[in-house]
């Protein structure tokens, strides 16, 4: 079956330019999560939808950065105007949601942004 | 303190040895962890999850939790040149996952 898919796969922009990134989660999947990525760091959480409940945005470094879900299936991640430490690899990953988060997370395969 | 720590490596093991991947945690209250590989380049991967004390086998791998002590490891035996990745440990918190940032593991034939 289809896993977790991210587009774009890599995204080059300049300084101050918004961009979208997109995840489909695994079909069924009620939470979604995602993730940042600098180069050589762990991954930081930045946001985790779980059906129809109140996203827990905890993570977001900042106003620049929003999601959003569209019931229990794509999602947006947007961050206006960038800047170059937004440079980073963007993971999104979905689970069933049925253990209140404590269940194995599916990985795309990540959007690479770069911002000149 | 951050709430997961792992040491960053590289840690360096010849083929067929034994690969001791270690990470500690700081929330007590934590049921529920996690170790994925990442290969260069690559997203992260499931290995084993463990919730309970004690040790998880599954093939060539071990995942070992002491809770008292705040202490979950991976076993890696018979290591292959192909297991030489990145080894993150993820500890669940609330709601999302805290991943440490990673041991790099090389496997040298």
Request: aromatic share 10%; with cysteine.
């Amino acid at each position: 079956g289809a896993g977790v898919s991210q587009s774009p796969s890599n995204k080059v922009t300049e300084k101050g330019k918004d961009v979208e990134l997109r995840c489909d989660p695994i079909s069924g999947h009620t939470a979604l999560y995602w993730y940042r990525q600098r180069l050589g760091q762990g991954l930081e959480f930045l946001i985790y939808f779980q059906g129809n409940s109140a996203p827990d945005k905890s993570g977001l470094p900042s106003d620049r950065f929003s999601a959003e879900r569209t019931g229990e299936s794509v999602s947006t991640l947007t961050i206006q105007r960038t800047q170059q430490e937004d440079s980073a690899v963007y993971l999104c990953a979905s689970s069933p949601g049925l253990a209140g988060g404590q269940e194995t997370q599916y990985f795309g395969p990540g959007t690479r942004l770069l911002v000149l | 303190q951050k709430e997961v720590e792992q040491n960053s490596g590289p840690l360096s093991v010849p083929e067929g040895a034994i690969a001791s991947l270690n990470c500690t945690y700081s929330d007590r209250g934590s049921q529920s962890f996690f170790w994925y590989r990442q290969y260069s380049g690559k997203s992260p991967e499931l290995i084993m999850s463990i919730y309970s004390n004690g040790d998880k086998e599954d093939g060539r791998f071990t995942a070992q939790l002491n809770k008292a002590s705040q202490y979950v490891s991976l076993l890696i035996r018979d290591s292959q040149p192909s297991d030489s990745a990145t080894y993150l440990c993820a500890v669940h918190n609330t709601d999302k996952l805290i991943f440490g940032t990673g041991t790099r593991l090389q496997v040298f034939p």
